[in-house]
Each structure stands twice: as structure tokens, then as C-alpha cells.
């Protein structure tokens, strides 16, 4: 089905299987887009977005969406965020896409942190839940935070998730606004863009102010 695919788009999608950079922003754009391209594949309508060279984080911005992020969800259990985490970065995308005036692509895959893959499940693992399903109940390796058009990176869940590798300000704001070129040992390498993954799977719970 790839002939589907415009041929940039393709021709990245493919490429990206021979390998690449591991770390920075370059990485980030091609895993992105071929992650855009793998929704599209499967039919699972993945939102649109256009990458532009600039930068939101700031410190007024960060101060703003830490504001947000507290009113909104700031009441929550490390371990409701860290079990929701797919429904929370679902609910808070709005409202934060409302603060910074614009759009927000939700984005699942896995994070690399000093050497160690985190919440990763193979693409192939991943393709097989869709072809077949999982069971009630079932939890699956996979992490979700938002990608801005900078390809700055929003996460709100990571520091529920494994408090012990977040740094003492992602912990203190219980999220992290960062570029990929800024982050020191970690990178983060999307496999599905938009919630369509996780909403055919059954695994997307509706935030409802728990």
C-alpha cells in the first residue's frame, strides 16, 4: 500500500529503515514523518502537521503550560498520570494547543534514556495488536506526548511513569517542554502519529477528571 504515500513522504518512510542519526532533531523529523507514514498505511488518519523552524519554549511559555497542566490534571496520583497516561495526553492537547496557538500532533512510540529503551514495543509487536487485538485490560509497552510544529516535544506523563529517571525540574513541573536537540540521554523516536492506534486497540480511556 505505500504507493499511496506522496513520494517525499514515502522516500522518507523508507529510508529511515537503513538507518539514521540516533540523536537531535534531525533523527526526530524522520522517525516523525515515518511514524506519519505508518498511521497513513494503516488507515488510522493521523493528524496533519506542518514542521516550521522555530522555537515555543520559553520561559513565559513554560510557565504558562506548567499553569495549565496544574489547574487541569495537577491533582492527579503519579500513579493515575502513569496509567493514563494515554487519555491524560489526549485530554490536555486542547487546552495546550489553546495556550500556545498551535496545533499539537499526538504521538506514541518509545523513549531511549541512557542507553535503556523504555515503554518499547517493536513495530512488528504493534501491527500484530492491530491485525488481531489485545485482550481486555492489557497493558502495552508505549508512551504518548505531544509534538509541536518546532518539533519541540511536550510530555506530561513521563515523570509519573518512571520518577526515577526524570530530572528534578521535570518532576517539579510533572512534565517536560523540550527540543530534541536540547535533551541530554534521552531521545524520543515516534512509531504512530495521532491516537488512532491506541483508540482501535481499545487502550485510549477518555479523561473524565479522575
Not at 7 to 28: D, E
Not at 157 to 178: I, V, Y
Amino acid at each position: 500500500m505505500h504507493w499511496k504515500l506522496p513520494t517525499w513522504l514515502r522516500r522518507l518512510f523508507f529510508a529511515h529503515r537503513n538507518g539514521s542519526s540516533q540523536h537531535g532533531a534531525g533523527h526526530y523529523e524522520a522517525v516523525f514523518l515515518a511514524a506519519q507514514a505508518r498511521s497513513i498505511l494503516w488507515g488510522l488518519r493521523p493528524s496533519s502537521l506542518s514542521l516550521l523552524p522555530v522555537r515555543y519554549a520559553s520561559p513565559s511559555t513554560i510557565a504558562a503550560i506548567r499553569w495549565q497542566l496544574h489547574r487541569a490534571v495537577g491533582h492527579l496520583s503519579e500513579d493515575v498520570v502513569a496509567s493514563h497516561r494515554f487519555g491524560i495526553t489526549a485530554a490536555v492537547r486542547t487546552m495546550l494547543e489553546a495556550e500556545l496557538k498551535v496545533p499539537l500532533a499526538y504521538t506514541l512510540g518509545y523513549i531511549r534514556q541512557n542507553g535503556r529503551r523504555l515503554c518499547c514495543t517493536p513495530i512488528a509487536g504493534l501491527e500484530q495488536m492491530l491485525r488481531t487485538g489485545i485482550a481486555p485490560g492489557a497493558r502495552i509497552s508505549l508512551h504518548a506526548w505531544l509534538t509541536l510544529p518546532s518539533l519541540e516535544v511536550i510530555d506530561v506523563s513521563f515523570w509519573a511513569l518512571f520518577p526515577d529517571l526524570g530530572c528534578a525540574d521535570e518532576r517539579e513541573m510533572r512534565s517536560l517542554f523540550m527540543h530534541p536537540d536540547q535533551m541530554q540521554g534521552r531521545s524520543y523516536h515516534p512509531q504512530w502519529v495521532g491516537d488512532g492506534f491506541v483508540r482501535r486497540i481499545g487502550v485510549l480511556k477518555e479523561y473524565e477528571g479522575w
